[in-house]
């Protein structure tokens, strides 16, 4: 080791003057080469592109390792795999292989961990160590669920991914195009789609009272609410079948696409996502609260009661019933059913859509009918970016979405009899991982046909 | 088993410790400090380097489980004196002979990988973060790329 000279201090100066210039990257041809601007669209004023990401998908994998030595040339201008910031894991057992890779997360753990603040997350999404400030502690990769800031065996130095500035060697390099670098795909086109299809239905059913929701009629076909007719025969004790094939209609259409009417059609949901839309924090329920099974137990109240008092009582305090009747143009204001939906609404300062998930018998009878559906929402492994994303579980209205599985690396299995298929996972996602799927398909590895 | 003085001398020599002059470099460079609310000379590399030079028995020490094994002070040191090699050796040594109280196994390989008050440390940075999320840091970083190979390929 050179000793530095102690007996002139300029000569310190210096020495330190060059360790700085060394810290400072180094330049190399392709940065000094005019690069091309990207284009700028004329939809990215009003919805910013989001930014590119390396999708790994492990089925293209053949654990050749071509991303790990063009890594290395990249991070230390030598070929040696230790020194890549990705690292392929093979399981011989299974003959599988994986790329653990920084995911660049959207809220990055490493940058909460790190005790000296090296690491940063640029506006462009990526999260950068600086080596200015590191100290290669290796506390990121203690606090990374996947472990992905590695950690070299022959100079301990901590290499971490920096997506090479925007344009990643070992994508361009690798043979099976497992790795690929992308904007992603989230569709968008859903949101308006719905919002739209949402906005017609509470036209139609609460202000042009065309009908209400509970009955409605146009020539010849007859529409009825469901948990209405199953109070109605508990009520009046006889079948009705024109009125029960007229049900029909709501439980046909959920078999075939889900509970579409709760995240499209019904009027009160509407009435729901736009007070959402105004809540500034949510206070949540407490824990006890929280059953989802109650809303079975409320339905079968309601036919017990109807059965019992011989009219359908819950009808009277029914939110989506209420609104249909008493909000419309035409409608008398019948003053005490007025305050049923402003109250009911107004549980969404707890928890968005609180009233569909735990209280909702027509939603209960969409449930039981949608043990037979043919849909599933998948959220597929092999795409999903789990606990760096985690935005399918934030946008989810009734928040079955497992985030606790996401983060711990696992893709999770919805819930369909509670889905109402607003499809928000879907048109967010942007990999592409959430899809709507038949439920005989298969697509996240384990997964059973459910 | 060889006598813990012998290893001592072991660290001493590979680390080149007895090279310190003592200037406290390697304590301004110490992540530590950013880390220990108690940070202090008992802890840093000068002091346990000092404490080793004098014959303590620092294998039986605590304050040799605070560090996280970076290589800052060796960078900086003018001796090149490798702070973290010393206290490698020194963490070997209190391992060979079962003074372990302060070192972490992992759940799944069961080989030693962290020192306590490290982990306490990121522990308390990620003190909002659900319970899942600090359940990965019982596992050793190697086993957790493999678990998530397990879950994922």
Redesign the interface.
């Known amino acids: ?1 050179d ?2 000279d102690r007996t002139d201090g300029i000569d310190r100066i210096d020495v330190y003057m060059e360790a700085s210039r060394q810290l400072e990257p180094q330049l190399n041809l392709e940065d000094l080469r005019p690069r091309q601007p990207e284009k700028k669209r004329f939809s990215d004023r009003f919805m910013p592109r989001r930014n590119r990401h390396i999708l790994f998908d ?1 089925a293209k994998c053949t654990g050749c390792g071509t991303c790990e030595m063009i890594c290395s040339t990249r991070n230390a201008a030598v070929v040696a795999p230790v020194l890549a910031s990705i ?1 392929v ?1 093979t ?1 011989e057992r ?1 003959g ?3 790329a ?1 890779l920084c995911q660049h997360c959207r809220r990055p ?1 490493c940058l ?2 790190c ?2 603040r090296a690491i940063e997350k640029g506006d462009d999404g990526i999260v950068r160590i600086n080596d200015l400030y590191c ?5 990121c ?7 992905a800031p590695l ?1 070299d065996p022959a100079r ?2 901590i290499h971490k991914c920096d997506l090479c500035e925007g344009d990643p060697l070992c994508v361009k390099h690798c043979p099976g195009k497992a790795l690929t670098f992308t904007r992603g795909k989230a569709l968008r086109w859903i949101k308006a789609a719905r919002w739209g299809v949402q906005a017609l239905s509470f036209l139609f059913l609460v202000i042009l009272v065309v009908g209400t929701f509970c009955y409605f009629r146009a020539g010849t076909v007859e529409l009825a609410c469901p948990t209405g007719t199953l109070q109605n025969i508990a009520s009046s004790g006889t079948l009705i079948l024109v009125g029960a094939s007229s049900a029909l209609a709501l439980l046909i259409l959920t078999v075939l696409f889900g509970r579409v009417f709760c995240g499209w059609l019904c009027p009160f949901g509407f009435v729901l996502d736009l007070v959402d839309k105004i809540v500034p924090k949510r206070l949540g329920w407490p824990a006890f609260l929280k059953s989802r099974m109650a809303k079975y137990g409320i339905l079968g109240g309601a036919v017990g009661s109807s059965a019992v008092l011989g009219y359908q009582a819950f009808c009277t305090v029914c939110p989506i019933g209420t609104l249909c009747r008493s909000y419309g143009v035409q409608s008398v204001m019948q003053s005490a059913e007025l305050a049923i939906v402003p109250a009911l609404a107004a549980t969404e300062i707890a928890e968005r859509r609180s009233w569909c998930r735990y209280l909702c018998p027509v939603g209960a009878t969409l449930g039981i009918a949608s043990l037979l559906r043919l849909l599933k929402i998948v959220i597929g ?2 795409k999903c970016k ?2 760096s994303c985690i935005q399918c579980a934030e946008v989810c209205p009734v928040g079955i979405i497992n ?2 599985e996401l ?5 999770p299995k919805v819930p369909m009899t509670e889905c109402i298929m607003c499809l928000r996972c879907v048109d967010r996602c942007p990999y592409g991982a959430a899809k709507v799927r038949f439920r005989w398909q298969k697509s996240t ?1 384990g997964e059973a046909n459910a | 088993m060889k006598p813990r003085r012998d290893r001592i001398e072991e660290a001493k020599k590979l680390s080149g410790a007895s090279g310190c002059v003592e200037c406290g470099r390697c304590v301004a ?1 110490c ?2 400090a ?2 220990y609310a108690d940070f202090g000379i008992e802890m840093s590399p000068r002091g346990i380097i000092k404490k080793t030079l004098v014959g303590e028995d620092v294998v039986a020490d605590r304050n040799i489980w605070f560090c ?5 002070g060796t960078d900086v040191c ?3 004196v490798s702070c ?1 090699d010393l206290i490698r050796k020194l963490r070997e040594a209190a391992i060979e002979e079962d003074v372990v109280e302060n070192a972490r196994r992992c759940e799944t390989c069961g080989r030693f990988f ?1 020192a306590a008050p ?2 306490g ?2 522990q308390g ?2 003190k909002d ?2 319970a ?2 600090l359940k ?2 019982e596992t050793c ?2 086993c ?10």
């Open positions: 080791m000793r530095i492990p690292k894991l399981n299974l599988k292989s994986f653990i753990l909460e961990a005790p000296t100290t290669d502690c290796g506390m990769t203690m606090a990374c669920p996947e472990a950690r301990q130095e492994a092999r789990k606990f985030a606790d983060r711990e690396g696992i893709s590895p | 460079a992540p530590m950013e880390m996280t094994e970076c290589n800052s003018p001796q090149g973290r962290l490290v982990e440390f990121v940075r990620l973060e659900p899942n999320v990965a840091l970083p190697s957790r790329r493999e678990i998530y190979l397990l879950r994922n390929a």
